[in-house]
């Protein structure tokens, strides 16, 4: 491998889904197709009086709406429903009853199994993108916000109505309907949270068409459960309201980068080591490849002029970096930045009107570290792990979080989000794009990676990037059993469900 690729692939999985998709086609395939059609004939007529658009097997539509993030398994829907209002959901949701077919929400479609397409074969998907309602509260700080938005567009709004943000991710094509409901983490997170925790209320269809307010007075088991364990397991959200912050004054993104692979474990313990202090106006992801990069991207909540003192720690224990880059911003530039754009992009970019959605193919795990971090046997054991695959299409995420952050003031059993007393999570990635002959491979070496780390870890895992491997303590531990509760309140009948949702006992 030259320097060039080297390079380039470093670019591609840091500034995530816009450059890391590497746009993996979608073959035809014929799974199912007579049960298929016979779902679709049931639906059919029912849909219809609700007047929503709709897509069937055999039409380019159904085709194109079936290209989600990860290409890795194709499952063939029964139908979709692009519901707009209320009532087409109360439609949808009634017409997969009496069809008898499973019933799956999509928001941005970036679920990393594949569960807004239900998991499975055969089922009503209900592309929630038409949920675009949008309006902002000065006084209180809060926005009311449908479930259709993705985090670009959603972050450009904010900007535009009143220079405030939700502590989202990066990635500017996931849909803040999935990312809020099982988390989400992003680069102003340590400072304000998840954007879970800044989920003030949400508007739900239950199974039985009922529609409910959910927020700390009204329905707080329903609150409970939508804040960590509410993708499609008790309802389909319509729309949200978020607590949001202002962030108008100037901002610093910086990046670091090494490309030495004997200095990776020095980096890496350099990053822990800082991490466990760091005060939360900085948040940051540290990465690790097996090409030997590493790097530390993150941003303050502040101007250039004060942050070289809180970095001290790190670059005092690091290596010397390869590059540099410390940028003062203000927080859209901060938005495109983080998106892989230059900071001179016009921030209507994030709009991303006529975008096609991103693709991969891979297979993910991921792991929460608590305080002190890794010991010195399990960063060598985790190096050796990320060392000894047949692939080099890999990349290991470590975003912080830590006792100084928002997110882990919150206790535990306050939300259904149960990870709150970790320093980092682990993202471990493998992707073999068209490459399916890959795929086993990679799987394993995956999985390999994941044993080799987690005795030096904890059982916990993110939900928001899910694995069909994992049991549900992983995601939810010590939650589980009030979710439990609350599934048999909300939906007795499990007709929200897929192969790792809230089960009724
Ligand atoms: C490239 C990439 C980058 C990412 N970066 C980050 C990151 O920086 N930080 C982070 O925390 N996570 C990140 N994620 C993970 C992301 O938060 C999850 O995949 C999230 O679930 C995606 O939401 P979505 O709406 O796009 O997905 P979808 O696949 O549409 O939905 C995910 C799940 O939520 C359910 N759901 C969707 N809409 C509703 C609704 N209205 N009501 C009820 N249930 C619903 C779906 O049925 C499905 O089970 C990333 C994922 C990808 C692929
Ligand atoms: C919760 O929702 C109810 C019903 O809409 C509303 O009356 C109440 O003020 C809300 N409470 C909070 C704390 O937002
Ligand atoms: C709808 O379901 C909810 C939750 O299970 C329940 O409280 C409510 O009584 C139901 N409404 C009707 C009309 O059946």
Same mark, same amino acid.
């Given at each position: 491998? *030259?320097?060039?690729? @080297?390079?380039?692939?470093?670019?591609?999985?840091?500034?995530?889904?816009? #450059? #890391?998709?590497?746009?993996?086609?979608?073959?035809?395939?014929?799974?199912?197709?007579?049960?298929?059609?016979? =779902?679709?004939?049931?639906?059919?007529?029912?849909?219809?009086? %609700?007047?929503? @658009?709709?897509?069937?097997?055999?039409?380019?539509?159904?085709? !194109?709406?079936?290209?989600?993030?990860?290409?890795?398994?194709?499952?063939?829907?029964? %139908?979709?429903?692009?519901?707009?209002?209320?009532?087409?959901?109360? !439609?949808?949701?009634?017409?997969?009853?009496?069809? *008898?077919?499973?019933?799956?929400?999509?928001?941005?479609?970036?679920?990393?199994?594949?569960?807004?397409?239900?998991?499975?074969?055969?089922?009503?998907?209900? $592309?929630m993108a038409g949920f675009t309602g949008f309006s902002y509260d000065r006084t209180t700080q809060t926005a009311v916000v449908g479930a259709g938005w993705r985090l670009g567009p959603l972050y450009l709004a904010l900007w535009n109505a009143g220079k405030v943000t939700i502590p989202a991710g990066n990635c500017v094509s996931v849909g803040i309907a999935g990312h809020a409901l099982g988390g989400g983490w992003g680069f102003s997170s340590r400072k304000f949270g998840l954007v879970a925790d800044n989920i003030l209320e949400a508007q739900v269809v239950l199974a039985n068409g009922t529609v409910v307010t959910a927020n700390k007075s009204k329905n707080p088991d329903l609150y409970f459960a939508l804040r960590g364990a509410g993708a499609n397991s008790f309802g389909i959200v319509t729309q949200f309201k978020f607590q949001v912050h202002d962030v108008s004054f100037p901002v610093t993104h910086f990046k670091y980068t090494w490309t030495t692979k004997s200095q990776q474990f020095q980096n890496f313990k350099a990053f822990?080591?800082?991490?466990?202090?760091?005060?939360?106006?900085?948040?940051?992801?540290?990465?690790?490849?097996?090409?030997? !990069?590493?790097?530390?991207?993150?941003?303050?909540?502040?101007?250039?002029?004060?942050?070289?003192? #809180?970095?001290?720690?790190?670059?005092?224990?690091?290596? @010397?970096?390869?590059?540099?880059?410390? &940028?003062?911003?203000?927080?859209?530039?901060?938005?495109?930045?983080?998106? *892989?754009?230059?900071?001179?992009? $016009?921030?209507?970019?994030?709009?991303?009107?006529?975008?096609?959605?991103?693709?991969?193919?891979? /297979?993910?795990?991921?792991?929460?570290?608590?305080?002190?971090?890794?010991?010195?046997?399990?960063?060598?054991?985790?190096? /050796?792990?990320?060392?000894?695959?047949?692939?080099?299409?890999?990349?290991?995420?470590?975003?912080?979080?830590?006792?100084?952050?928002?997110?882990?003031?919150?206790?535990?059993?306050?939300?259904?989000?149960?990870?709150?007393?970790?320093?980092?999570?682990?993202?471990?990635?493998?992707?073999?794009?068209? !490459?399916? *002959? &890959? =795929?086993?491979?990679?799987?394993?070496?995956?999985?390999?990676?994941?044993?080799?780390?987690?005795?030096?870890?904890?059982?916990?895992?993110?939900?928001?990037?899910?694995?069909?491997?994992?049991?549900?303590?992983?995601?939810?531990?010590?939650?589980?059993? %009030?979710?439990?509760?609350?599934?048999?309140?909300?939906?007795?009948?499990?007709?929200?469900?897929?192969?790792?949702?809230?089960?009724?006992?």
């Amino acid at each position: 491998m *030259g320097s060039y690729t @080297r390079l380039r692939m470093n670019i591609f999985v840091v500034y995530c889904c816009v #450059l #890391l998709a590497i746009g993996a086609s979608a073959a035809e395939d014929q799974i199912s197709a007579s049960r298929r059609s016979l =779902a679709a004939a049931d639906l059919k007529p029912c849909l219809s009086t %609700a007047k929503a @658009r709709t897509a069937y097997p055999g039409s380019q539509e159904y085709e !194109n709406a079936r290209i989600v993030f990860q290409l890795r398994n194709r499952y063939a829907p029964a %139908a979709f429903v692009f519901p707009t209002t209320v009532a087409q959901v109360q !439609n949808a949701i009634a017409c997969s009853i009496k069809a *008898g077919v499973g019933i799956a929400p999509r928001g941005g479609g970036h679920s990393f199994e594949d569960y807004s397409l239900g998991g499975r074969d055969g089922v009503l998907v209900v $592309d929630m993108a038409g949920f675009t309602g949008f309006s902002y509260d000065r006084t209180t700080q809060t926005a009311v916000v449908g479930a259709g938005w993705r985090l670009g567009p959603l972050y450009l709004a904010l900007w535009n109505a009143g220079k405030v943000t939700i502590p989202a991710g990066n990635c500017v094509s996931v849909g803040i309907a999935g990312h809020a409901l099982g988390g989400g983490w992003g680069f102003s997170s340590r400072k304000f949270g998840l954007v879970a925790d800044n989920i003030l209320e949400a508007q739900v269809v239950l199974a039985n068409g009922t529609v409910v307010t959910a927020n700390k007075s009204k329905n707080p088991d329903l609150y409970f459960a939508l804040r960590g364990a509410g993708a499609n397991s008790f309802g389909i959200v319509t729309q949200f309201k978020f607590q949001v912050h202002d962030v108008s004054f100037p901002v610093t993104h910086f990046k670091y980068t090494w490309t030495t692979k004997s200095q990776q474990f020095q980096n890496f313990k350099a990053f822990q080591t800082w991490g466990v202090n760091v005060p939360a106006e900085i948040s940051a992801s540290f990465y690790l490849d097996p090409f030997g !990069n590493s790097n530390i991207e993150g941003t303050y909540l502040g101007p250039k002029s004060k942050l070289a003192p #809180l970095l001290t720690t790190f670059l005092q224990n690091a290596a @010397r970096p390869a590059s540099t880059s410390v &940028e003062e911003l203000n927080w859209i530039q901060l938005i495109l930045v983080n998106a *892989g754009k230059p900071s001179n992009t $016009d921030p209507n970019y994030l709009k991303l009107q006529g975008f096609q959605l991103p693709t991969n193919t891979f /297979k993910a795990k991921s792991i929460f570290v608590n305080a002190p971090g890794l010991s010195d046997a399990g960063v060598n054991a985790m190096i /050796k792990a990320m060392n000894g695959g047949p692939t080099q299409k890999a990349y290991f995420l470590y975003d912080l979080f830590g006792k100084q952050s928002a997110i882990n003031q919150v206790p535990r059993s306050a939300t259904s989000f149960v990870h709150r007393s970790s320093l980092f999570t682990i993202q471990a990635v493998a992707y073999w794009g068209n !490459n399916a *002959g &890959e =795929a086993a491979g990679d799987t394993a070496y995956i999985n390999n990676y994941y044993q080799s780390v987690r005795p030096y870890a904890t059982s916990e895992a993110y939900q928001n990037y899910i694995d069909r491997d994992m049991p549900l303590s992983a995601y939810y531990g010590s939650n589980l059993g %009030a979710l439990i509760t609350d599934k048999k309140k909300w939906d007795p009948k499990n007709v929200f469900n897929f192969p790792q949702s809230i089960p009724l006992k």
